[in-house]
């Protein structure tokens, strides 16, 4: 196997400040590290996170577990993973031009005519692989930008030490925007600021992100620092998040889509990295069950995958809602901690969706209908328990009906009370 990137890694490395979300590594991107023998190299270095932590407009924080004790996710940072994964691994720089004619284009601008058994297109969400095979007919693309940017800031360590209990993803959940900040090898947090662009274009001066911070971020003001805050807000813009869905992920037996080129995915579930290298193990079983025909396995890797991929992409977009909102409610804290307790009662009948989706490999699309038809269930048991509770309260009540006198103040002891209170 050829690796060929359009970049080299400084140049890659170069690309990565302030413009990269930190990365959560699960189960399914696990999985695939250890597949190659570089689960254990990449785990040492990340850091884990045992639940969310929520910071309230007050600077009360609450806990809200990811799962079963023992369960976590690791916090990992981007530019060492992708220097493990790609540092001696490139052989050329070359920058594709035609994929019919396996031509690419070097860094000098000299031609260099290719012959591959299978071309393998994981060029991310801006795919030259992939656009080629939009000259083709009956290919469905599809690419969605939500209206909101991310914008990255830096939470230094205190007396050398972690500003923030480090074994958490934090989250500053605001309704319509959010921040996050996740954990690094350093002791620095790094911080994500989710918000709609216009809200990141009305701020325009130091005082008025000071301002804002002070309005809404109230206790992260001093762990990031004023000066901090005032200087890396204006760094760089808000950056763009986009959602790609395409099919076939494939041409023939000759090309195939993999990761952000077939499927790339907003941030908010944590699975963009973790599906793309989960990919790499799909494809892998496929080939072994076809016998490395890849007549037969990219057409049977297309039909299994995109439903999922798919449904990840779709996930990810309610997460959103989920994070920066959902955490707020109640009710939500209620459904999270009875889904958690049937669980427990019954750990093979419930599970929750975020177990299924961050701790096993069960198919995407999959574990979505599942959490569809146990919140059915759920919902309707919890209607049925109220609905019981009231009935079984009012059929008491009318069995047995209080002495409402033991409750009632008679009206002139009431009165008598009244005037003794006013008497000097």
Same mark, same amino acid.
């Given at each position: ?5 359009q ?16 990365? &959560? ?7 695939? =590290? ?24 007050s600077?009360?924080?609450? $806990? ?5 004790k ?8 981007r ?16 920058? =594709? ?12 601008g000299?031609? %260099? ?8 297109g994981?060029?991310?969400? *801006?795919? &030259? ?26 939470m !230094? ?15 500053? !959940? ?8 996740? !954990? ?11 918000? $709609?662009?216009?809200? *990141?274009?009305?701020i325009?001066?130091?005082? %008025?992100v ?10 992260a003001i $001093?762990l990031?620092? /004023?000066?901090?805050l @005032?200087?890396?807000? *204006? ?9 790609v869905?395409? &099919? $076939?992920?494939?041409?023939g037996? @000759?090309? /195939?889509?993999?990761? +952000?080129?077939a ?10 990295m ?15 069950q ?9 057409? %049977? ?7 999922? +991929? ?11 809602? %989920? ?9 939500? =804290? ?19 969706l ?5 701790f096993t490999r069960?198919?995407?699309h999959?574990?979505v ?6 919140d059915? /269930?759920i ?21 047995? !009906? ?6 009632i ?6 009165? +008598? ?8």
């Amino acid at each position: 196997m050829t690796l060929y990137s359009q970049r080299l890694w400084q140049d890659f490395q170069k690309t990565l400040l302030g413009r990269s979300i930190n990365l &959560a590594l699960s189960h399914r991107g696990r999985q695939a =590290l250890k597949h190659v023998g570089m689960e254990d190299k990449i785990v040492s270095q990340g850091i884990p996170m045992n639940a969310r932590m929520i910071h309230s407009l007050s600077g009360k924080q609450s $806990p809200i577990p990811y799962g079963k004790k023992g369960q976590y996710i690791l916090s990992v940072d981007r530019a060492n993973l992708n220097k493990q994964l790609l540092t001696g691994k490139i052989h050329h720089t070359l920058k =594709l031009i035609c994929h019919v004619a396996g031509m690419f284009l070097r860094s000098d601008g000299s031609e %260099e005519h290719i012959k591959a058994d299978l071309i393998v297109g994981c060029d991310g969400a *801006f795919s &030259a692989i992939r656009k080629q095979f939009l000259r083709r007919s009956r290919f469905n693309y599809s690419q969605t930008y939500i209206p909101h940017g991310y914008m990255e800031l830096t939470m !230094p360590p205190i007396n050398g030490e972690f500003a923030m209990k480090p074994n958490y993803l934090h989250i500053w !959940p605001r309704n319509t925007f959010m921040m996050i900040a996740l !954990p690094n090898l350093d002791k620095t947090f790094t911080c994500t600021l989710f918000m $709609p662009f216009e809200e *990141f274009e009305k701020i325009t001066t130091g005082d %008025e992100v000071i301002q804002f911070f002070q309005r809404y971020f109230p206790d992260a003001i $001093p762990l990031i620092g /004023v000066d901090a805050l @005032k200087r890396d807000y *204006f760094r760089l813009p808000g950056q763009a998040m986009v959602s790609v869905k395409c &099919a $076939p992920y494939h041409i023939g037996d @000759k090309c /195939v889509l993999m990761g +952000d080129a077939a499927h790339a995915v907003v941030p908010f579930y944590g699975q963009g990295m973790n599906a793309g290298f989960e990919d790499c193990i799909v494809f892998d079983e496929i080939m072994e069950q076809f016998n490395e025909d890849f007549s037969a396995v990219l057409p %049977e890797y297309t039909r299994v995958r995109v439903p999922d +991929d798919h449904a990840i992409a779709d996930l990810a977009m309610y997460n959103y809602i %989920e994070m920066r909102a959902h955490v707020n409610s109640r009710w939500f =804290l209620f459904r999270k901690y009875v889904d958690n307790f049937l669980h427990f009662v019954m750990p093979r009948t419930i599970i929750p969706l975020y177990t299924m989706v961050t701790f096993t490999r069960t198919r995407y699309h999959e574990a979505v209908e599942r959490w569809h038809w146990q919140d059915k /269930v759920i919902n309707r048991g919890l209607m049925f328990c109220a609905t019981g509770a009231v009935l079984g309260g009012s059929y008491l009540l009318i069995k047995n !009906p209080p002495d409402i006198n033991k409750f009632i103040i008679p009206a002139e002891k009431m009165w +008598d009370r009244l005037t003794a209170l006013r008497t000097p």
